[in-house]
């Protein structure tokens, strides 16, 4: 079946420092990949996303790529904030050929902490 | 536009209760799938309903089940609770479900199970 695994920390970094979030994958089919943020007391928010190989999901300062070959999509920023500090989610969604989603697959979560 | 909201946002029970938790989609979206959450198993897909059938549905146990209306709203219902069942129950919608498309969670349901 569809898995992904994630590194789950917690992982502590500086305000300012560079931050890498590593995020490989399997899956059968076509997935569309996702990363969903979660704050304390909070449901999810989408990150960002890449629907096909190659593709690039930014928002916020984030960025990751889908990269096929190495079946990853790491998330990466290159200066984090005190309110960065959350929990992050890699996530695929497998579109079977019959069309429509299976639930979407998530990793177990890296819990990030941005000391000032 | 609302986002996904979610009812009741906390939940007591005791176990062999049942419980009946709700959500209302984003307006104009059809699809609704709901996940569990816990410490020890993260994120797992329940349930997914799109006009008013279910579709799909993850690995777990008949005690869990649910049903969308009309209006695409959603309720589940876990029944013969077990201290198991306490968790972040989250609900997501999106416009009909497909893969590329993305799903947009409420805030939860979190329900303690004694």
């Known amino acids: 079946g569809d898995s992904v695994t994630q590194m789950e920390g917690p992982v502590t970094l500086s305000e300012e420092a560079f931050l890498t979030i590593n995020c490989t994958y399997t899956?059968?089919?076509?997935?569309?990949l996702f990363w969903y943020v979660q704050y304390p007391g909070e449901g999810l928010q989408l990150l960002l996303k890449?629907?096909?190989?190659?593709d690039k999901g930014s928002n916020k300062g984030f960025e990751a790529t889908y990269r096929k070959e190495t079946t990853s999509f790491h998330l990466e920023k290159g200066s984090v904030q005190v309110s960065d500090s959350a929990v992050y989610f890699c996530?695929?969604?497998?579109?079977?050929?019959?069309?429509?989603?299976?639930?979407?697959?998530f990793g177990k979560g890296t819990h990030l902490i941005i000391q000032p | 536009k609302a986002g996904v909201t979610q009812t009741p946002r906390y939940l007591i029970k005791t176990r062999g209760q049942q419980v009946t938790l709700s959500c209302s989609p984003i307006?104009?979206?059809?699809?609704v799938s709901w996940y569990q959450q816990t410490p020890g198993q993260g994120l797992q897909f329940l349930f997914e309903?799109?006009?008013?059938?279910?579709?799909n549905k993850g690995n777990f146990p008949g005690r869990f089940s649910g049903r969308q209306f009309s209006n695409s709203r959603s309720e589940m219902n876990v029944s013969t609770l077990e201290l198991g069942d306490s968790a972040l129950y989250l609900c997501?919608?999106?416009?009909?479900?497909?893969?590329?498309?993305?799903?947009?969670f409420g805030p939860g349901t979190r329900l303690l199970v004694l």
């Open positions: 997501a919608s999106s416009l009909n479900g497909q893969g590329v498309e993305t799903q947009y």
């Open positions: 996530a695929l969604s497998d579109e079977y050929s019959g069309g429509g989603a299976d639930g979407l697959t």
């Open positions: 307006s104009g979206h059809r699809s």
């Open positions: 309903y799109f006009s008013e059938t279910q579709r």
């Open positions: 890449a629907t096909k190989a190659d």
């Open positions: 899956a059968t089919g076509y997935p569309s």
